[in-house]
Each structure stands twice: as structure tokens, then as C-alpha cells.
């Protein structure tokens, strides 16, 4: 062993840069850690919202056939589509709950998937309007709404 | 432990490396956050409820059925039974209104288009709906359910025409403005 007087000195000194360079380098990690995760996260969020909006578009789809946005489905499309089907083919086996409701000219629930109780991570939800024609002969408001979520 | 400290200038200069860096990894920290913070995500159940596209509402307001019954009372009185589609009411309504008629026999049938533009929009979103006519002069709407404050907040909107009457264009404006400003109150 070397025996001056540096080490001394050096000893006292190394402590606050060792704490200023830990310092540091926990930020940098922290902040990394986090922003790496706060992407991922958003990610998967906005593909989830992706899910839900293509789940909400096919249903529209659906009930207008090939004829486009002028065509105004009967309320009885709506009963008798196959909802499991569609979410089978857009939402690659993730839970959903949809609900149907008439907006206009009285607010009525027309029809709904309550989905699983199971727990969830990540969760997306989309809506769209359409006009539908009712028994009476009257074109009401209708709202489709979904929710899709993943399971944990 | 015992001695007396090194004067030297050697521990000072590795103190100033260390807070160099301590700097710069609080710059590169606060990047990599605000970075992070611009990938914003779709919104909550919340926001999905909060907001409903003008497009979809004044699309779906104009092919629906007015859904009551109705009378209006100009020369002739003129009855609407219920199942009318709106766009063709607004048609009837613009080109009374042009040829001189009062806006007063339509007081109903405005409130209907209201109560219907309410329902569809989003709770925090008030309704105003204006209507325009290619061929009157000037650009001062012929109708306007209800009448849009000057000083109206940030808004979004959505326009669509159809034919009238007598082969003039409608232009039907919707505007959603934030339901909580003062000047709307």
C-alpha cells in the first residue's frame, strides 16, 4: 500500500460526485423506463381505439349492405344481426360490451352485449349514428356504441 | 482518517464533471418526458361521451323523420304529420321564409329541430344550427335555430346542402360550441 496523503482528501471529495453522477443516472434511467412504458402503453390504447372504431364502422356497414350511407336500415336489421360474428372477425378475440339506443324521436335501449366482468387492463370505447326506420314508417336516430377492453 | 487535506484542484474538477453530467441528464430526462407526453392516447369512456362528430349528427339530424305532429299556420295551413323528413321541413321553412312569411308559424317546428339536435349532440355541446340559400343576396342566414352568439367560443362544425324548393341550393351549417361558456348561458 502507497502511504501519502491524497486519499484522504480524494475520500471526502468522491462523495458528492458519487452522489451527483447516482443522481443522475437514476433520473436518465427512471425518465427512460417511463417514457418507454407511457409509449407502449399509448400504443396499445390507440390500437385498441382502433379495434372499437372498425367494431363500430362493420356494424354500420352491415346493416347499410352495399347500398352506402343512404340507405336506411329497418329497426329489425338491427335485432337480427350477428353481432359475435362481426366481433369475432374485427376485434381478434378481445371482450367488448355494445349497446344499442334509439336517440330520436324518444331515447329506448334497443339492444346490448353487456361483455365479460372480467378484469382489464386497457380500455377503448367509438359510437356512431345512423338513421333507422322503424315500424311506424319513421326514420329515428340510432347510436351504436362499443366498448372493447383487454383482459389482464 | 488522519492528515491534512490535498489543496489540489484535481477533486474540484471531478465535482464539475459530476454536475456536467447531472445537467445533462436532467436535459436529456426532461426530452425524453415531453417526448413521451406527445403520444397522446384515444381518450377515456368519458371523452366518448363528451363528443360526438358534427358530420355524423347534422348527417343523421337531416334524414330523420320530425317524429310529431305538427301544424303550421301560413296562408294555408300546412300539416306535418310526423313522418317528413327534417331536410324537407328546413326546404318548406327556407322558402316560406324567403317569399316573406313571418318566422312565427315555424316557432314549433324549430323547437323540434332543437330538442332533436340536442339529443344527438354530446351533453357538453350546444347546438346551433344556420341555414343559407345559394341564390339570396348576401351571406345572412335565412334561419337560424337558435341565433349563434358574436362572440361565440372555439366551435366545430359541419355543413351540408340539398335542394330546395324551387331549385336553389340549401346550405345547412351545424355548429357544436362548448355548452359552459358564459356566453352562451
Given at each position: ?51 372499437a372504431v372498425s367494431f363500430v364502422e362493420r356494424i354500420c356497414a352491415e346493416l347499410r349492405g352495399s347500398r352506402g350511407n343512404e340507405f336506411v336500415p329497418s329497426l329489425s336489421a338491427i335485432v337480427q344481426l350477428n353481432y359475435s360474428r362481426l366481433a369475432e372477425e374485427e376485434l381478434?378475440?378481445?371482450?367488448y360490451a355494445l349497446a344499442i339506443l334509439q336517440l330520436h324521436p324518444s331515447v329506448q335501449w334497443i339492444l346490448g352485449h353487456p361483455g ?10 367509438a359510437s356512431a349514428m345512423l338513421n333507422v326506420l322503424n315500424e311506424e314508417g319513421t326514420t329515428v336516430i340510432v347510436e351504436v356504441r362499443a366498448i ?5 | ?55 355524423e349528427v347534422?348527417h343523421a339530424f337531416l334524414h330523420a323523420s320530425v317524429g ?14 310526423g313522418n317528413?323528413e327534417i ?29 332533436i339536435?340536442?339529443s344527438c ?65
Amino acid at each position: 500500500m502507497k502511504s501519502d496523503e491524497l486519499g484522504v482528501g480524494g475520500f471526502f471529495e468522491d462523495l458528492p460526485v458519487l452522489a451527483f453522477v447516482l443522481g443522475g443516472t437514476a433520473i436518465l434511467l427512471m425518465s427512460a423506463t417511463w417514457s418507454c412504458e407511457h409509449i407502449a402503453s399509448q400504443h396499445a390504447c390507440n390500437e385498441l381505439r382502433n379495434r372499437a372504431v372498425s367494431f363500430v364502422e362493420r356494424i354500420c356497414a352491415e346493416l347499410r349492405g352495399s347500398r352506402g350511407n343512404e340507405f336506411v336500415p329497418s329497426l329489425s336489421a338491427i335485432v337480427q344481426l350477428n353481432y359475435s360474428r362481426l366481433a369475432e372477425e374485427e376485434l381478434d378475440g378481445r371482450e367488448y360490451a355494445l349497446a344499442i339506443l334509439q336517440l330520436h324521436p324518444s331515447v329506448q335501449w334497443i339492444l346490448g352485449h353487456p361483455g365479460s366482468e372480467l378484469p382489464c387492463s386497457e380500455i377503448a370505447a367509438a359510437s356512431a349514428m345512423l338513421n333507422v326506420l322503424n315500424e311506424e314508417g319513421t326514420t329515428v336516430i340510432v347510436e351504436v356504441r362499443a366498448i372493447v377492453w383487454e383482459n389482464e | 482518517m488522519c492528515g491534512r487535506m490535498n489543496d489540489s484542484d484535481g477533486g474540484q474538477l471531478a465535482l464539475m464533471d459530476a454536475v456536467v453530467f447531472f445537467a445533462a441528464s436532467m436535459l436529456i430526462s426532461t426530452a425524453l418526458l415531453a417526448y413521451a407526453s406527445d403520444f397522446a392516447g384515444p381518450g377515456s369512456i368519458h371523452a366518448c361521451n363528451d363528443w360526438r362528430d358534427p358530420d355524423e349528427v347534422l348527417h343523421a339530424f337531416l334524414h330523420a323523420s320530425v317524429g310529431t305532429e305538427l301544424i303550421v299556420n301560413l296562408n294555408s295551413s300546412v300539416q306535418i304529420k310526423g313522418n317528413e323528413e327534417i331536410a324537407e321541413c328546413i326546404a318548406i321553412e327556407t322558402q316560406a321564409l324567403r317569399s316573406g312569411a313571418g318566422i312565427a308559424p315555424f316557432e314549433e317546428l324549430n323547437d323540434v329541430c332543437l330538442r332533436i339536435l340536442r339529443s344527438c349532440s354530446a351533453p357538453l355541446y350546444e347546438p346551433f344550427l344556420i341555414v343559407l340559400c345559394s341564390d339570396a343576396n348576401g351571406t345572412e342566414p335565412i334561419l337560424a335555430i337558435p341565433w349563434l352568439p358574436e362572440n361565440h367560443p372555439e366551435a366545430h362544425a359541419s355543413s351540408a346542402e340539398f335542394p330546395g324548393l324551387v331549385g336553389e341550393t340549401i346550405l345547412v351549417t351545424l355548429i357544436l360550441c362548448p355548452a359552459s361558456s358564459p356566453e352562451l348561458a
